[in-house]
């Protein structure tokens, strides 16, 4: 993994009792994210890093 500094955490969110997988993938600054399935899942990672990839820079320290 890169120490470059363009990193975002996201929180996913599972219900323990569903078949197939299903829950909500959770971050700071974008729209929750819910899915159902296994590729459904991996979609709603791809929006959100989409979310986070479109918002502006912010501003350098000084």
Known sequence: MSDSGHRVRLTVEVD???DPIEGV???EHGADKP??????L?????LALDDERLR????PPG
């Open 16 to 18: 323990l009792l569903a």
């Open 25 to 27: 993938v959770l971050h």
């Open 35 to 40: 899915f159902a399935g296994w590729m459904s």
């Open 42 to 46: 991996i979609r709603a990672f791809e």
């Open 56 to 59: 502006p820079a912010p501003p």
